[in-house]
């Protein structure tokens, strides 16, 4: 009997030359800050959609404070609330475990694809903590959004540190997609003070 050949995953659509920002995160629970973000790098960058790559676990956080995956997916979805705002679970459908494991898949599936990676600037102080950070860096330009009270300590971090060199000046926002990495962006705008640990932690 012949083997069924298992369907591809799905992702949301693309096509050569685009360029698409890419924002993962366990989103336990998604808020008004990753929208935040994902707009401002939307906008400013040029960007023809940002997708949030919901992942089904974190490796630096504790798993038992993890909300199940369907449940960050539902809420991800009534969050986002924008036409190029996507939600994604693609990431559980490849095994991801590791962000350098969803840029290799991605850069391999969607070639032409102009991919910039998004992350906060309290991601970025622990950017060196991440498995095969530099590959990272070595694959997509980074654009990092100004978070409250992680400015400073962001970019002092062992990786920010590393990637200082190839810091780019915000009047190049329009162009960064294109540009060759490693590159790094460090982008301003309206604050949210919003996240995620504060947001499960039980109120007083």
Request: proline share 10%; aromatic share 8%; net charge positive.
């Amino acid at each position: 009997m012949a083997r069924r050949l298992r369907a591809r995953p799905a992702l949301p659509p693309h096509a050569p030359g685009l360029k698409i920002g890419l924002f993962g995160g366990s989103f336990n629970p998604p808020h008004e800050g990753h929208r935040a973000a994902s707009l401002i790098a939307l906008h400013r960058l040029g960007l023809d959609a940002v997708w949030w790559l919901v992942s089904p676990a974190n490796p630096l956080k504790d798993a038992r404070d993890l909300a199940p995956f369907p449940k960050r997916m539902a809420a991800a979805h009534a969050l986002a609330q924008h036409p190029r705002i996507e939600v994604t679970g693609i990431e559980a459908e490849i095994g991801a475990r590791y962000t350098y494991q969803t840029i290799r898949y991605l850069k391999g599936r969607c070639p032409g694809v102009r991919f910039v990676w998004i992350m906060g600037a309290d991601n970025l102080a622990n950017f060196h903590r991440w498995q095969r950070w530099q590959e990272i860096a070595a694959a997509v330009p980074i654009v990092v959004v100004d978070r409250p009270g992680s400015t400073l300590a962001a970019t002092h971090a062992p990786g920010a540190t590393v990637l200082a060199p190839y810091r780019r000046d915000a009047s190049q926002a329009r162009v960064f997609a294109l540009q060759k990495p490693p590159a790094i962006l460090f982008l301003y705008g309206p604050r949210s003070t919003l996240s995620s640990t504060a947001l499960r932690s039980p109120r007083p």
